[in-house]
């Protein structure tokens, strides 16, 4: 269980959409050899490129993944106008808005002693904790989200295969519970890429 919410922070999604019964094989390279097109929701669909077998649960006490700033889409900052300042909580980087990190007198931080501006001393999230809600990117990972020949395509960051305590560490199948990753937004942007760092 996560100390951040992130264990049912993915739970700000509704409903569980189960890829396993929805999804089907075609061929390609994905860590069990195989890429599934998984249908998240109504209609909308996403190649899935890792190992169906893989799980996920957040671990209490890891925050490594609130260390760093979070790529804000259009829809996030807006309703992130509702809850929070943007002028104190926001930056803009190549033309992209970001929740950015900053220094932090509290243990959650990174090396450089800094993390997320909504990271809590407690090592929770304070828009999660407070407004049950939280960008999309912060749902996203520990995957990552590309776009190929127009599809949606899916598949765990290098980063969290390197850092995220919470893969297979627990029975709970990410294929099966997809929505909880990709928000619905995705499907509507133009670039819904994950891959763009601060
Ligand atoms: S917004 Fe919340 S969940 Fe996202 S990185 Fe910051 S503290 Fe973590
Ligand atoms: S890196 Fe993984 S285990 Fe750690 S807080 Fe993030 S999602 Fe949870």
């Known amino acids: 269980m996560s100390t951040d919410g992130r264990d049912t922070g993915q739970d700000g999604q509704s409903g569980e959409v189960s ?39 957040c671990v209490d006490g890891c925050t490594w993944c609130c260390h760093h700033g979070v790529m804000l889409y259009e829809q996030d900052l807006l309703e992130l106008a509702g809850v929070a300042p943007l002028s104190e909580a926001t930056t803009q980087f190549r033309g992209e808005d970001f929740v950015p990190k900053e220094d932090k007198d509290h243990d959650h931080t990174g090396p450089d002693g800094q993390a997320c501006y909504f990271l809590q001393e407690d090592g929770l999230c304070a828009l999660h904790d407070e407004h049950d809600w939280k960008p999309a990117r912060c749902s996203v990972f520990p995957l990552s989200v590309a776009v190929e020949d127009g599809n949606i395509h899916v598949s765990v960051r290098d980063s969290a295969r390197e850092h995220c305590e919470g893969l297979n560490v627990t029975e709970r199948r990410v294929i099966d519970h997809l929505d909880a990753f990709l928000p619905e937004l995705l499907w509507d942007l133009d670039d819904p890429e994950t891959r763009r760092e601060l």
Not at 38 to 43: A, D, K, L, Q
């Open 19 to 57: 890829g396993s019964t929805a999804d089907r094989s075609e061929s390609g390279e994905g860590d069990s050899g195989t890429r599934r097109r998984v249908e998240v929701y109504p209609g909308k669909e996403a190649v899935v490129a890792f190992d169906p077998a893989l799980t996920f649960e």
